[in-house]
């Protein structure tokens, strides 16, 4: 999210790379999924890509509304000066965007985890769950996640690559060198802290006619019960494409706005 860009500007940057980050790492959720909720993994593309355009939507949708929300709340706060943002205006930008965009990516995400399920199509599968009972099924999960997962992805890297430019400028004296340990950094925070609010999210949604799963409490004490190693099912599937894409994200905004909008830069 640029402050060289407008709303739409960033919005459109930011659908972009969410599709393109879905369609290289969906596998890796799909096999997240799967181990959260119990369930056998398979090498099969055809179910490794279940829900994929439900997922390329979501993603679309929650990084263009991240990247646009976030550019404003940035240029808010800047509000007209010549500075950098500080760590906690960063931060907190991030979780902000982050948070409303859950308002758009749980359903969708609920789409994805009955197909991957259940199979079948986007359409029938929409239609299977279409009542307001079950369409913001596990969303106080997803308002947590998403809002750590961007401040992970939007907030940190810039952060971190800025520290170790400033403190070590002699070993990374590029972006590019200080990309993949900020990257690395911002995938850990990303995942880890998020991770026991997306298993409930996951378990909660693979689960619509709440046969083992009912509120967001009853469900974190049913995982509970297998001991707190359990809320982390399927966090090595989820980190590794958390890393993969908060290297994707960092290095496609800032490739991706000014291949759209090369006005913007220079």
């Known amino acids: 999210m640029s402050t060289k860009l407008n709303e739409f500007q960033n919005a459109t940057v930011g659908m972009t790379v969410g599709v393109i ?12 999924n799967m181990m959260q909720q119990g369930k056998p993994l398979t090498m099969d593309p055809r ?12 993603m679309g949708s929650c990084t263009m509304i991240q990247f646009a929300v976030g550019g404003s709340l940035k240029k808010a706060v800047l509000g007209g000066e010549t500075r950098q943002l500080k760590m906690y205006e960063e931060m907190g930008c991030g979780i902000t965007a982050g948070v409303i965009s859950a308002f758009v990516g749980s359903p969708l995400e609920l789409i994805m985890i009955q197909q991957q399920s259940k199979g079948g199509g986007t359409v029938a599968t929409l239609k299977s769950i279409a009542t307001p009972n079950n369409f913001l ?4 999960g997803a308002a947590v996640r998403e809002g750590l997962w961007t401040c992970g992805y939007l907030s940190i890297p810039p ?15 590029s972006d590019a060198k200080a990309r993949v340990p900020a990257a690395l950094l911002g995938g850990l925070f990303a995942c880890y802290l998020t ?19 009912s509120t967001f409490t ?17 966090a090595t599937f989820r980190y590794g494409r958390m890393v993969c894409a908060v290297f994707m994200m ?17």
Request: proline letters at 5%.
């Open 137 to 140: 099924r596990g969303f106080a």
């Open 218 to 234: 009853q469900t974190a004490k049913k995982i509970g019960e297998d001991g707190f190693t359990a809320f982390y099912r399927g």
């Open 195 to 213: 991770q026991p609010f997306d298993t409930v999210k996951t378990c909660m949604q693979g689960d619509i006619e709440r046969k083992t799963y």
């Open 250 to 266: 960092d290095v496609l905004q800032a490739a991706v706005g000014p291949m759209l909008y090369p006005s913007a830069f220079k």
């Open 159 to 173: 952060i971190v690559r800025r520290n170790l430019r400033d403190m070590y400028p002699e070993t990374f004296d």
């Open 47 to 58: 179910k490794l890509y279940r829900g994929v355009a439900a997922n390329a939507v979501n």
């Open 21 to 32: 980050e879905v369609t290289c790492l969906q596998p890796f959720n799909y096999c997240k």
